[in-house]
């Protein structure tokens, strides 16, 4: 189970709307979003209705304007609750269609060039859990939510290139 409510203004203030599961449009209950908090779970908030455009990683917290969540305004129109998974393991392949080299890897990694010198990820395989994928390393830049299934290419993720700097389990730590 998951909580997170979501507030118009800045410090938790004016209209609100809590969910407990997917919510794909938001927009019939809050106007904009300043503020969150999240009681419970992993929540991925996205700017436009069904679950698309930008995409921000949430755990248990207070958020209280949207640049804590490193939002780039405050348009979010859906979210979506991500399930606790116990184990966590993805493949990573250096070519579209998950061809080329493969490495697999069940923690988080802040640099994946780095760590395994890879010149390029073009496809991913997400085999336990959930992870956010992030542009730069050291988790910075645009997140993208992978679940368990395959991405043989970055449209897939709904990104707009194949940029991919780091990647995160999806846990919470409390």
Same mark, same amino acid.
């Given at each position: ?84 998974? $116990? !184990?966590?393991?993805? *493949?990573?392949?250096?070519? @579209?269609? &998950?061809?080329?080299?493969?490495? +697999?890897?069940?923690?988080?990694? $802040? !640099?994946?060039?780095? *760590?395994?010198?890879?010149? @390029?990820? &073009?496809?991913?395989?997400?085999? +336990? ?46």
């Amino acid at each position: 189970m998951g909580k997170i409510t979501l507030f118009e203004e800045r410090s938790f203030q004016g209209r609100h709307h809590e969910c407990s599961s997917d919510h794909p449009n938001l927009q019939p209950y809050l106007s904009r979003c300043n503020s969150v908090r999240v009681d419970s779970g992993c929540w991925m908030l996205y700017e436009q209705p069904n679950f698309q455009g930008p995409q921000y990683f949430l755990r248990r917290g207070d958020y209280a304007d949207f640049q804590q969540w490193l939002g780039l305004s405050d348009s979010v129109r859906s979210c979506r609750l991500i399930p606790h998974a $116990s !184990s966590h393991r993805i *493949r990573i392949y250096e070519r @579209e269609d &998950h061809r080329g080299q493969m490495v +697999e890897i069940t923690e988080d990694c $802040s !640099s994946l060039h780095d *760590r395994f010198h890879l010149s @390029e990820i &073009h496809s991913f395989n997400v085999l +336990e859990g959930s992870w956010i994928l992030y542009e730069q390393p050291n988790y910075r830049g645009r997140q993208y939510l992978l679940r368990p299934g395959d991405y043989r290419r970055y449209l897939d993720w709904g990104a707009m290139d194949a940029r991919v700097g780091s990647l995160r389990r999806a846990v919470d730590f409390y």
